[in-house]
Structure formats: C-alpha cells, structure tokens
C-alpha cells in the first residue's frame, strides 16, 4: 500500500524517520545507554580484520562501513563487490570475520561470497532486511536492520537503515575493542537519536529538491562529486540517478576529479557536489573552484556554511541543516534520493520499476 504516495519510493523515502527510529531502538538497552547486537558475542579484539562483501547499493553502506569501521573501531576493513570477491577467491586470515550486507538476503553473488567466507573458516555476519531470507539462514549471525518491506527497486530506507546499525555496530566494536569508553558510546546514541528528527526537516525541503530535479532533468549526464564520507554518497546519488531516470551518471571523489574526469566538465553537465561543512569543505571547494573555473554547472548540496562560501560562484546551492559528522551520510542520502526521485518525474520514467532491473539479482 503506497497510502497517500504516488510511488514506492516515495513512500519509503518519507518513512526513513520510523525506520531508523525503530531500527536504533532494537539495537540499544531500553535506557538508550548501551548498544545491544548479537555481533557482540564475537571477540572482536581478537579480530584482525573485517571483509565485507556487498552488491550495489548495500555495497555503498559497505564503503560507509570502512570509513566508520576504521575511524571508529580502528578496526581494518577490506571491502569488495561480491561478484568479484567470490571470483578472485581471496585468501582470509584465520583470525577475521566477513560481514556480508543485503537488502533481499537473496542476492546470489553475496550468498556465493558468504558461502566462500564460511568455507575459509570465517566467522559471519549477515546485515540483512528479510530475516527469513537465504543468507540469514546461512550467516553466523545475523544483524537485521529493520527497515520493513522494501518494494521500489531503487534501495532508500535499506540504505539509510543499513547505515544506523553499521554506525551502531561501529560504536559496539569500538567499546569491544577498548578504543571508546562507555560515555562516548552514549553520546553516540544520543547523536543518532537526532537522525529521525533531522531527516524530517531535509524530508520537508522536498520542493527545493523539486526545483533542482527540474534543472538537471534534460541533461544527458550528470557528475555527482564528493569527498570522505560524502565520496559513497556521490557514489550511490549517481548510481540512484542512473537506476531511476536513465541518464548517465558517474560519482568521483572530489580530489579525483583532476586526474581525468574535468576533461568532461562543460556547460552542460550538471555537477552535483555533496559538500557539508567540516575539515574537507575547504580541500572539496578548491576542487570546484577548478571545475566552475572551467565552466562547469555547479550544483552545491551543502549547509548553510558551504553555500555561504559559494554564493554566487556556484549555478545552484540548496542548503540542508548543518548536522554533525555521524549524521552527514543520513540527511545526504535523503537529498540524493530526492534529487533522483523528483529527475524520474519530469522525464517520466517508471520510479518503482525500472527497465531492465529486478528487485532482487538471483542470477549471477
Ligand atoms: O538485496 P541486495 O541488497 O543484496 O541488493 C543489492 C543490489 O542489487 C541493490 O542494492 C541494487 O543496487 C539497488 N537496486 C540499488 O538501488
């Protein structure tokens, strides 16, 4: 049932609050002071590594992963698409664990990854949305993240949802390993407690949204940069793009953008930057400085900091609320889904199916 929703998508984008609502719920102590998860039970300072294996959108909660994993827990994090990691056959160390992450838990090159992590003597992990799915029944352990049925084929609340539990698990492992103490755990908590709340304010800017949609909907290819953490939100933003409205789009770190691909930049490229402010806004403005120099079409999604820098130089600027670090990936997603949600409409595609894509790849 879409209830008041013109689409699927539409509808899961607006439910993200309640999702990760209830998703930070069942995984915290009832007095919000103590992450709880099943993945507790594995020794993780005894772990040298974690290899998370992932396809498409849930591998871009991957990549989110790593960052968080590494800076959080302080914990190696090896990263691969699914189809290339069950291939490659790399060897693992008897001492790591393998998370494999998916919406569907049907997907076969991840449950062929996590067969092959198994067979290598890994312990498990299966992040997953249907519990009753095949590679919930086949993970060690399994981590749900609670979204409810996802139905359009384009990921939103799995996403979002799949960021809060790998944030939590983050926190988790971090208090396992020694890296944190129990009050920075509960301020984490408390941080993530705001998501629902600043995920409804960016969701009531889905006019701004609207507008830019309307500028970007005749281009035939769209750049979406970004750097840090915002370099998988420009990843899945173009990925979202391209799945929905068919045009070619193509997400780059920031930093990467002189080493081949300004020579794309002209006028008639719109060029999404995901730019929140923090350490890297500085280093990810003198990036665009060169591309608007070039006569690039800027668009900056950023807060107000950011477009304050940018005014007038930039084609576009939408200000979303200045958030911290931990809440920058949530209230950015929500952006980039708008942004490709609102480009499907003016040009008319079909949101909740689109040619070619299945909702779940069980084929390899
Ligand atoms: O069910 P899964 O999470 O394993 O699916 C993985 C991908 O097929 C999926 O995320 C796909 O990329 C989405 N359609 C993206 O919106």
């Known amino acids: 049932d879409k209830g008041q929703h013109r689409h699927f998508m539409a509808k899961e984008i ?15 102590s009832s007095d919000r002071n103590r992450i709880t998860s099943d993945a507790e039970h594995i020794d993780w300072s005894a ?32 990263l691969e698409i699914a189809s290339e990691f069950r291939y490659r056959e790399p060897p693992l160390p008897r001492d790591g664990v393998t998370m494999v992450i998916s919406q569907s838990g049907e997907t076969a090159d991840t449950l062929a990854a996590l067969r092959y992590a198994k067979a290598q003597g890994q312990q498990t992990l299966g992040l997953v949305n249907v519990t009753t799915s095949t590679i919930a029944r086949e993970a060690d352990v399994v981590l749900p993240i609670h979204a409810g049925p996802e139905i359009g084929v384009a990921s939103t609340k799995a996403f979002t949802a799949q960021l809060m539990c790998i944030a939590l698990l983050a ?16 301020t984490a908590i408390d941080v993530l407690s705001t998501i629902p709340r600043i995920l409804s304010e960016v969701l009531a800017q889905e006019n701004d949204f609207a507008a830019l949609a309307a500028q970007i909907s005749d281009a035939t290819s769209v750049l979406f940069l970004g750097r840090g953490m915002m370099y998988p939100l420009a990843l899945e933003g173009a990925l979202k793009l391209k799945e929905i409205t068919y045009i070619h789009a193509e997400g780059y770190a920031a930093g990467e953008i002189k080493h081949g691909p300004i020579a794309l930049v002209d006028e008639h490229t719109p060029i999404i930057a995901l730019a929140p402010s923090g350490p890297l806004l500085e280093k990810s ?41 931990l809440v920058a990936p949530f209230a950015y997603a929500v952006a980039i889904q708008f942004l490709a949600y609102h480009t499907a409409l003016c040009r008319g595609t079909d949101v909740d199916q689109p040619r070619n894509l299945a909702k779940s790849v069980t084929v390899e």
């Open 14 to 28: 607006h439910e993200q609050p309640t999702v990760l609502a209830r998703a930070l719920g069942a995984w915290t």
């Open 285 to 325: 403005l003198s990036n665009l400085r060169e591309v608007i120099a070039r006569n690039g079409r800027v668009a900056i999604i950023g807060d107000a900091a950011a477009c304050q820098v940018f005014g007038n130089e930039a084609w576009h600027c939408l200000a979303i609320p200045h958030v911290d670090p």
């Open 171 to 186: 926190f988790m492992i971090a208090r396992k390993r020694g890296v944190i103490g129990p009050d920075a755990e509960t």
């Open 47 to 78: 772990v040298s590594r974690l290899s998370i294996v992932a396809c498409g959108t849930a591998y871009l909660a991957g990549h989110v992963a790593k960052i968080w994993l590494e800076q959080i827990a302080r914990l190696p994090v090896e």
